[in-house]
């Protein structure tokens, strides 16, 4: 889980597992993270902890050949950015190869 709460929904829809979990202490309405494809491994009104695994990425005749999840995240109607969730840490760069220093 991106956060701690509870989950609202898991189940199916339009064949795909969905999981949906509202945040705890969010405010009104409540912000709520959104996963798909998945099986999930909690079930409706669990509480969850942040970090601990909540579903398993469901293989599928989706669009993406390698699997892909679809995370969300939502207040009331309104579509958030869910990398907001997530603790920024320091920029780190990374060697290139194969590219010819100027």
Known sequence: ???????????????????????????????????????????KGDEVVAGRPVGLLEAGPFHCAE?????????????LNPLSLLRHGPSRLLPV???PEP
């Open 1 to 43: 889980a991106a956060a701690t709460g509870r989950v609202s929904f898991a189940g199916r829809v339009a064949g795909r597992g969905v999981l949906v979990i509202e945040l705890a202490g969010s405010g009104a309405p409540p912000l709520r993270t959104t996963y798909e494809p998945v099986r999930a491994l909690v079930a």
């Open 67 to 79: 699997g892909c999840l679809h995370w969300g995240l939502r207040r009331g109607e309104a579509y």
């Open 97 to 99: 190869f194969g590219v």
